[in-house]
């Protein structure tokens, strides 16, 4: 004989996440999602000079891309949203441009990749100021996320810069 047992289970827990704070932190899964996809896509296929050294630089991206997909993921379960990273919805809402389903030459995938990387900050830093305002711990995550991602833009975007004469020009302080 089975028996079922009725859930009595009830939590309390001392924060949950408004609405708005889960489709902000949604958005942000699916550009990072993206953002790891795009990175893989790019390693497969880049092509030309510098090719090994991106080649590897793209796996860098990739695998900070992927972790901080988890972190945001598990930071919306632990505020009790659901995180939905299904090809389906990440193909229909990113805010990332498409990347090319063929070879791309080196400096190209340096522009499409920075692009993506910086579209990933931008989209946190857009929903940064309502995230602060309804849980700074969560926003804590945003501030990790923007560092790492906007190094990482930095890092690859300087393969196409020419000193002194790209844009935006930098400010000395």
Do not use: C
Not at 157 to 165: C, G, K, S, T, Y
């Amino acid at each position: 004989m089975t028996q079922t047992m009725a859930n009595t289970h009830t939590a309390h827990p001392p924060f949950t996440a408004s609405e708005q704070l889960a489709n902000h932190l949604q958005q942000l899964l699916v550009d990072l999602s993206e953002l790891s996809l795009q990175g893989k896509q790019a390693h497969w296929n880049v092509v030309g000079r510098n090719f090994r050294d991106l080649h590897l630089q793209l796996d860098e991206i990739v695998d900070a891309a992927r972790d901080f997909t988890d972190e945001v993921a598990e930071r919306m379960r632990a505020v009790y949203v659901t995180p939905d990273a299904r090809a389906t919805t990440i193909a229909e809402a990113t805010t990332l441009a498409p990347f090319p389903a063929r070879e791309v030459d080196s400096a190209t995938t340096v522009d499409l990749i920075a692009a993506a990387l910086y579209a990933v900050s931008g989209t946190a830093r857009r929903i940064h100021d309502d995230v602060d305002a309804e849980d700074p711990t969560t926003a804590d995550l945003l501030h990790a996320i923007i560092t790492r991602i906007e190094q990482l833009a930095w890092m690859v975007d300087a393969e196409n810069r020419i000193a002194n004469q790209s844009v935006p020009a930098q400010v000395n302080a």
